[in-house]
């Protein structure tokens, strides 16, 4: 059977639910106890016990239940020190787990109960925001100053409440020799997005020393309209000159190459970089500022590339989450585009990565030549990125799939 992995808050009930199914349709699960069993063991579980105690255990936190996580931990005491998840996760053991949700009162219980997970813990706490639980696991590990890479976790949600957290107990953007140490890498490639957060968490960089290239992605990466005001002051062609994958991710600040499904970012505007981070305003700015809404993309040596900002409006890793979460996909992209007369039709070649796994891995290559914002989300691989209710309104203005 496939190795699973539980999610974050897994649900005994749905686990009972494909035990049954399993029962059904597994010729090597000839009773519900051997199909619970089966079930079990692919999530890495001894037994259907231990899947059981692993899903009350992180009920009970997420529900903020103390009487119940004390009872578990106490029966079982070695469940301390393991994942609650029972596999390998960055949630970790209990305490650790606990910090994920702010649970401070179950993060002292355990604390005396001889849980030693507090470095882990305290990283989890500032990665997801949990300011006061974060002060409290810094408080029990001493209050040492965070090491160079505790802004790594933060960077990565963009949670700009334990970014400011650490640079307060004396985290550092540079070292002691002036040079960049910060993860700003992280924060502009990372999945999440907040283009808020993200702001301001790279303003917090820079006011601790962090020095930033000067450039428009930069300035774009940043939110800063001041600095996009500038660079369009210095260079008419802004709003028509496209940026190389190096530009817009620079590998001297740790950078690295394409690493999600979406539509391609090499050789870009402005514009469509606006599309697949959520940058609104700075759309809205471009726009306003005549740029062009169909402006395209640049072709490679073999002709790919020349994609209008509508088709990052129908791929790209902004409606991961949306998809994720099963919510109806925010179309205001589509939307604005389409009210400025963008061409539902206009023709495009894209080399089309294939990714699979978690993390994402690529796994294969796929052409497409000169087809519609349409074709593209149509064929496109990975569905979580695409955007359905930006094809229900391209397709209402006219778009078709050839």
Same mark, same amino acid.
């Given at each position: 059977? #496939? ?30 106890? &051997? ?7 692919? @999530?890495?579980? +001894? ?5 059981? +105690? ?5 009920? /009970?936190?997420? #529900? ?6 004390? /009872? ?21 053991? !209990? ?94 490639? #990372?999945?999440?997005?907040? !283009? ?61 190459? &394409?690493?999600? !499904? ?34 395209? /993309? ?18 790209? @890793? ?12 925010? !179309?205001?992209?589509?939307? +604005? ?33 000169? +087809? ?15 955007? /359905? ?14």
């Amino acid at each position: 059977m #496939t190795t699973r992995r539980l999610p974050v808050r897994p649900d005994i009930a749905q686990l009972r639910r494909d035990a049954e199914e399993l029962l059904i349709t597994d010729p090597a699960a000839r009773s519900l106890n &051997e199909a619970r069993a089966l079930l079990a063991r692919s @999530y890495q579980a +001894v037994d259907w016990e231990r899947l059981e +105690v692993a899903c009350a255990l992180a009920e /009970a936190m997420w #529900t903020d239940d103390i009487a119940t996580v004390r /009872a578990v931990v106490t029966a079982r005491p070695e469940l301390i020190h393991q994942s609650v998840l029972i596999r390998d996760s960055n949630w970790g053991a !209990p305490l650790s787990y606990a910090a994920n949700l702010g649970r401070n009162e179950i993060i002292t219980m355990l604390r005396e109960l001889g849980a030693t997970d507090l470095e882990h813990a305290f990283g989890r706490a500032a990665l997801q925001g949990h300011v006061d639980t974060a002060r409290l696991l810094h408080t029990m590990l001493g209050a040492p100053t965070p090491s160079t890479d505790a802004l790594d976790g933060a960077a990565y949600t963009l949670n700009a409440a334990g970014t400011a957290l650490l640079f307060e107990l004396g985290a550092a953007a540079v070292d002691e020799h002036g040079t960049n140490v910060a993860p700003v890498a992280t924060v502009l490639q #990372t999945d999440s997005r907040d !283009p808020h957060a993200k702001h301001v968490i790279l303003q917090l960089y820079e006011d601790h020393g962090f020095v930033f290239p000067v450039t428009a992605p930069m300035a774009f990466h940043r939110g800063r309209i001041d600095l996009l005001e500038a660079h369009l002051a210095r260079d008419a062609e802004l709003l028509t000159r496209t940026f190389t994958f190096a530009e817009i991710f620079p590998p001297e600040l740790g950078c690295h190459g &394409e690493t999600y !499904p979406r539509t391609s970012l090499d050789g870009v505007t402005l514009l469509h970089l606006a599309v697949e981070f959520g940058e609104l305003d700075i759309a809205t700015w471009l726009l306003s500022h005549g740029m062009d809404v169909d402006v395209p /993309a640049a072709r490679d040596t073999d002709g790919f590339g020349g994609q209008t900002a509508l088709f990052h409006a129908v791929v790209c @890793y902004l409606n991961f989450w949306t998809n994720y979460r099963n919510e109806t996909g925010d !179309p205001t992209f589509a939307k +604005v585009l389409l009210a400025l007369g963008a061409n539902p039709n206009v023709l495009a070649s894209l080399r089309e990565r294939l990714w699979d796994g978690n993390p994402w891995q690529q796994v294969g290559e796929r052409t497409h030549h000169d +087809v519609t914002p349409l074709a593209w989300g149509a064929d496109y691989h990975k569905r979580i990125v695409v955007n /359905a209710a930006a094809m229900t309104l391209i397709a209402e203005a006219g778009g078709r799939l050839a």
